[in-house]
Nanobody
């Protein structure tokens, strides 16, 4: 199984970015997908999650209203649209796959597969 994250970069506060995560060798439709982030010197933090249905999403309070998670099951890809970025959003962003289709889970230990991360840097 491979999860390939991309789309990170250096932007200014208020800008937007869209992250992508393409899955291979994974029964994509059978997994909930999540995004986590890790700021320098800090632990992983849950960002967003989506179940198989595109309208079943869950967000951390820090990003609710600014970020949107979506998925294209035909392309085995999950996205994270990030709008109105803030310097505190600076982090390495990771996508992850969780076999459970149950209630939202924000604990990184619940996710079975992880991508390699993509760096997002937001300048003030």
């Amino acid at each position: 199984v491979q999860l390939q994250a991309s789309g990170g970069g250096l932007v200014r506060a208020g800008d937007s970015l869209r992250l992508s995560c393409a899955a291979s060798e994974l029964n994509f439709n059978g997994y909930s997908m999540g995004w986590f982030r890790q700021a320098p010197g800090k632990d992983y933090v849950f960002v967003a999650r989506i179940r198989r249905s595109p309208d079943n999403t869950y967000y951390s309070d820090d990003v609710k209203g600014r970020f949107t998670i979506s998925r294209d099951n035909d392309k085995n890809t999950v996205y994270l649209q990030m709008n109105n970025l803030k310097p505190e959003d600076t982090a390495v962003y990771y996508c992850a796959a969780d076999r459970s289709m149950g209630p939202p889970r924000a604990n990184r230990n619940d996710y079975e597969y992880w991508g390699q991360g993509t760096l997002v840097t937001v300048s003030s």
